[in-house]
C-alpha cells in the first residue's frame, strides 16, 4: 500500500494514512475513479484537487468529488490558520 498525509484542519498538521488497496490514479480525463476520501465513483475530468489528501514528497492534491471538496472547503473555513485572512 502506499501512504500519502491528510491534512487535520482543526490541529493544522499532517498524520500519514495508507491508500486504500483498491484505490487507484490515472491521467485519463475520461477514465472514473473513486474519491480517495468517501469512495463514490466519479469521472475524472469532473474531480476537484483535495485541500486535506496530499502526496508525502510534494504535497499534490488526490481528486476528490465535489461533495468531499465542498466539505473540505467548509473544515478549512472553521479552522483557519490564525494567520490568515478570509
Known amino acids: 500500500m502506499t501512504a500519502l498525509i491528510k ?33 463514490d465513483s466519479f469521472n475524472y475530468d469532473n474531480s476537484f484537487t483535495s485541500l486535506q489528501y496530499h502526496t508525502p514528497d510534494m504535497g499534490l492534491g488526490y481528486p476528490v468529488c465535489q461533495k468531499c471538496h465542498a466539505i473540505e472547503l467548509k473544515q478549512k473555513l472553521l479552522y483557519p490558520y490564525p494567520d490568515e485572512d478570509y
Request: one cysteine or more; hydrophobic letters at 25%; aromatic letters at 18%.
Open 7 to 39: 491534512w487535520d484542519f482543526e490541529n493544522h498538521q499532517y498524520y500519514p494514512i495508507l491508500l486504500p488497496e483498491n484505490y487507484s490514479t490515472t491521467h485519463n480525463f475520461g477514465s472514473v475513479i473513486k474519491c480517495i476520501n468517501c469512495g
